[in-house]
Structure formats: C-alpha cells, structure tokens
C-alpha cells in the first residue's frame, strides 16, 4: 500500500496550489481520507478529510473556506485545493487514508496509511 502526495512548492501570499495523492495497493473509495500538515516541532495538524463517498467532507476552521479537498474514485485519488495561502500555511502536507467510520477522525493515530509529504511553502 502506497500514497504519493505531489503538488507542493514555494509560492506566494495569496496564491494556489493543488495537493494530489494517488493510491495504489488499496481502493480509496472503501476509505476515508485526511489532509494533514506538519511543522517541525509540532504535532501534525488534520485540516480536512473526506468519507469514501465524497459527499461528507470535515475542516478545520483555519483552512475553512481556502481549502476544499475532493476525491476521484475513478483515478484513485484525493486533491486539496489551497486558494489564499498564507505564510503560516508553510509545513510539510500528509495525506492519510483509514477505514470508513462514522462522524469526523481527526486524530492522526487513527490513520493507518500515510504518504511521505509534500513541502508547501508561502512567503510573504
């Protein structure tokens, strides 16, 4: 099982980026997904997931309304469109994937599959 997240880079206030995390060895459609981010010295922070059917998706309040994570079945993929990025959305970004529960998972420990990361940064 493997998630490769892709799409990071350094870009400024105010501009966009499109996470990918493609999955192989495992359906994604049968699991639920998370965005997490993580800046060294801290604890990895969930900012959003989506259930196994796209139609329920959670967010933290920080990334509400700049962040809209998606999937597509089809391709075996989740995305996270970051519009309005700030200087404090600099970290590195995990995709994460776990069977399908009820209600929001927001714990990392309750993920079982994990990508490497994708280094986002944003000047200002």
């Known amino acids: 099982v493997q998630l490769q997240a892709s799409g990071g880079g350094s870009v400024q206030t105010g501009d966009s980026l499109r996470l990918s995390c493609a999955a192989s060895?495992?359906?994604?459609?049968?699991?639920?997904a998370a965005w997490f981010r993580q800046v060294p010295g801290r604890e990895r922070e969930f900012l959003t997931s989506?259930?196994?059917?796209?139609?329920?998706?959670y967010y933290v309040d920080s990334v509400k309304g700049r962040f809209t994570i998606s999937r597509d079945n089809a391709k075996n993929a989740v995305y996270l469109q970051m519009n309005g990025l700030k200087p404090e959305d600099t970290a590195i970004y995990y995709c994460?994937?776990?069977?399908?529960?009820?209600?929001?998972?927001?714990?990392?420990?309750?993920?079982?599959?994990w990508g490497l990361g994708t280094q986002v940064t944003v000047s200002s």
């Open positions: 989506i259930k196994g059917s796209g139609i329920t998706t």
């Open positions: 994460a994937a776990r069977g399908r529960a009820v209600g929001l998972i927001s714990s990392a420990r309750e993920y079982k599959y």
């Open positions: 060895g495992l359906s994604l459609k049968l699991y639920n």
